[in-house]
C-alpha cells in the first residue's frame, strides 16, 4: 500500500487537442483535467492505477492556461484509510498561484 507526498512537474501542452473546444482561441485548462492529473499523480504514488471515489472538496482558485503557465507543480498526499483507499489531497500551483485544491477519496 503506497502512501506518503511527492510534487510532481506537470506541463500545459498549448497544442494540446483539448484546447481545440476550451476555448478556441483562449485556451484554459478544464477542471476536469485538472482533477484527471490529480488522479494520475496519486496513482504513481501508490504504485497503482486509482479511481476516484470521492470528491469532498475541490476548488479551482485561479484560470490555468497554457501561455500564462505552461509548468506547474501538482503537490499530492496519500494517507492510508482502509484498505484499498486512500484519502488524497492535491494542490496544483506555481510560484504565483494556486490553481486547483482537491481533497477526497482514491481507490483500486
Do not use: N
Amino acid at each position: 500500500m503506497g502512501d506518503g507526498s511527492a510534487v510532481f512537474h506537470v506541463a500545459l501542452l498549448p497544442d494540446c487537442a483539448v484546447y481545440r473546444g476550451h476555448f478556441p482561441g483562449h485556451p484554459v485548462c478544464p477542471g476536469v483535467c485538472q482533477v484527471e492529473m490529480a488522479r494520475q499523480c496519486a496513482g504513481r504514488l501508490a504504485g497503482h492505477p486509482l479511481l476516484i471515489r470521492r470528491i469532498a472538496s475541490c476548488r479551482f482558485l485561479t484560470v490555468a492556461t497554457p501561455e500564462a503557465c505552461p509548468e506547474l507543480d501538482l503537490a499530492v498526499t496519500l494517507q492510508p484509510a482502509g484498505e484499498g483507499t486512500w484519502t488524497v489531497t492535491a494542490r496544483l500551483s506555481d510560484s504565483g498561484h494556486t490553481y486547483m485544491e482537491l481533497k477526497g477519496e482514491m481507490g483500486v
